[in-house]
């Protein structure tokens, strides 16, 4: 038996394939867009599609749906809008439509939102929207991995979302444009709405700019800022360190933040390209000394939504009516 998940990412649409052990590719969203590369040529170089037993995926914020949703019961992808979702290039519209035209059976995952059932009701109140899809796969791997039933989770690369786990339910979750900063994108502050207001800049424009490379004066395209920004740390640019310094004193105001609501934490889970990162830069280290006073933390590698989102194709064809809280509609 083959289970198969998809991360809908930032800088591209990442696969794992669950069978006697995990195969990864990863296929970057402008290579998909402009129809050069197939998710499913791709996926068939690696499996049989018809061993697949079956396939959850992620899309964008994931605000349409409330559930763990077949793709054949889904309308308009799931989606409320694309707008201010940072850099749209289409890429993942474009996996999304190949499997929805494939005979591989496939369910959606929802983001985490409003209407998501398990959150705490003033989660609910406070914000319309909380952490786009994968961050749930990326939850339900942290879950199995670690066997912690209450957590904080902060995924951390080109932005940085946390999501809160009590009682082996989702509860909350602070999202990129109010909380912390990652790589590419972060909270917008007062200068910003001024510009907003004056017409000089779009929301989304802000938001794409705000994370650590706003502080290292880093202006490449979303798929080249990472490595352009942490070339400069490594080459000692003030600007670079003052950023990553910057950029981790508010993934720990963000996790101190969540840790004083709760009655109690088995511990805290960093991933995504840069919280799990050791080399060539220490990161997962350096927030790790600065929050372990509150609970044991540890990491999970960078692969944790696709991964997860396959665990939960697993978990959903064998049966499972929930994931963390998360309904499960029947396929």
């Known amino acids: 038996m083959v289970f198969v998940g998809m991360d809908h990412g930032t800088t591209g649409v990442s696969f794992s394939i669950l069978g006697e052990e995990y195969t990864h590719f990863k296929i970057g969203r402008e290579e998909t867009s402009s129809g050069c590369v197939s998710a499913i040529e791709e996926l068939k170089k690696k499996v049989d599609l018809t061993d697949i037993e079956l396939m959850a995926i992620t899309y964008a914020m994931g605000d349409g749906i409330s559930a763990i949703t077949p793709l054949d019961k889904v309308k308009d992808r799931g989606i409320l809008s694309i707008n201010g979702a940072g850099k749209v290039t289409g890429g993942g519209t474009a996996v999304y439509q190949e499997i929805e035209e494939s005979s591989i059976p496939t369910v959606l995952v929802p983001g985490i939102h409003c209407k998501t059932p398990s959150l705490y009701p003033w989660f609910k109140a406070a914000y319309s929207h909380h952490a786009s899809a994968e961050k749930i796969s990326i939850a339900y791997h942290a879950y199995l991995e670690t066997g912690f039933k209450n957590m904080i989770i902060s995924d951390i690369s080109s932005n940085t979302v946390s999501i809160l786990v009590e009682d082996g339910k989702i509860r909350g979750a602070i999202d990129a444009c109010i909380g912390a900063m990652g790589i590419i994108h972060g909270p917008l502050d007062l200068q910003m709405i001024r510009d907003i207001d004056d017409g000089i800049r779009t929301a989304n424009d802000c938001f794409s700019h705000a994370g650590a490379v706003k502080i290292a004066g ?60 050791e080399e060539p830069v220490d990161v997962f280290s350096s927030i790790k000394k600065e929050i372990e006073d509150i609970c044991p933390v540890t990491r999970i590698g960078e692969r944790s939504g696709s991964i997860g989102s396959a665990q939960i194709a697993k978990a959903v064809f064998q049966g499972e009516t929930e994931i963390l809280g998360i309904p499960v509609e029947k396929y």
């Not at 840790?259 to 805290?268: A, K």
């Not at 889970?269 to 799990?276: D, E, H, K, R």
């Open 218 to 277: 880093v202006d490449e395209k979303v798929a080249l800022a990472k490595d352009e920004f942490f070339k400069r740390l490594q080459n000692g640019d003030e600007r670079a360190e003052l950023a990553l310094e910057t950029m981790i004193m508010t993934i720990n105001m963000e996790i101190y933040g969540l840790s004083g609501i709760v009655r109690q934490l088995d511990g805290i889970v960093l991933t995504g390209s840069v919280g799990s990162m």
